[in-house]
Structure formats: structure tokens, C-alpha cells
């Protein structure tokens, strides 16, 4: 059985993903991410990915397979990822790999979701919203 469910944004955005997980993630929720973030990256475009993870229970081993056979869309598909959730271990954990990814993570306590929202739809590029936030710089690749 699923526990991710596919949400919609507060405002129409064909680049956002969003979705809350309620329990153990497992491999199929991993696929239906994959399907929902391929339509954009076939575009050319970067997704906007929200994942509430209050709820979050871990994951099943089905996952990392998952995630090691599109690891490599899933590491260019993203240019913002907003992490809902009340673990102390997330933010930690965001905040460790945040500077080694490609992509803005950044944590929010589920009190915050207007302000991941916000943040999620600030601006459409890495770039523009990195002029804002001189945090999430990103050092530009050669």
C-alpha cells in the first residue's frame, strides 16, 4: 500500500511536484515521484518538489533501489526542494546536504508551510532566488 499522496499546490505551477507521506515510503512511491517528475524534466525544466514528511515512518529497502536506478534524473530534475517536517533529524540532516547537492533543500516545521510554500514558488530559477538568499548560493559548475 502507498503512503505518499500527490498533492496540489496553493497556486497552479506545471513545474511543482508536491506530496505528503503517511507511514513507510516503498518502492512504488518512488516510482509514481519518478513518473511525476520525468513529464518536466522531458520539458527541459527543473521541478519544484514539496514533500510534507510529518507522517514519514522510513523507508523500505525497495527504495534505495529505486533511487539508484534514476539517480541520475533524480539528481538533475530538481531545482528546489521544500522538506515539511516536525524531526529534528531532518533539518540536521538538510542542512548537511543541502550545500552538496545540485538542487536548494531546505527544512520547514510543519507550522511553516505557508513560508515552504513561499519559498518553494519564490522564483522560477536557483539563480534568481539565490540573489535573494545569499545561503543557498550555489557555486556556478564549469
Known sequence: MSSMRFIEPPQPNDRVVAAEIDGRLAAEDMEALVQRLQP???????ALLYVDMEKYEG????????????????????????????KRWMEIWIKIVDPLSPQQIKHFYPDKTDEA?????????????????PATQRQPTG
Open 40 to 46: 518536466i524534466v522531458d520539458r527541459g525544466e527543473k
Open 117 to 133: 510554500w513561499a519559498w518553494l514558488l519564490a522564483s522560477e530559477t536557483s539563480e534568481d532566488n539565490a540573489e535573494q538568499d
Open 59 to 86: 523507508y523500505d529497502l525497495g527504495v534505495i533501489a529505486e533511487k539508484l536506478k534514476n539517480i541520475g534524473m533524480l539528481w538533475k530534475a530538481l531545482d528546489k526542494y521544500a522538506v515539511v517536517g516536525d
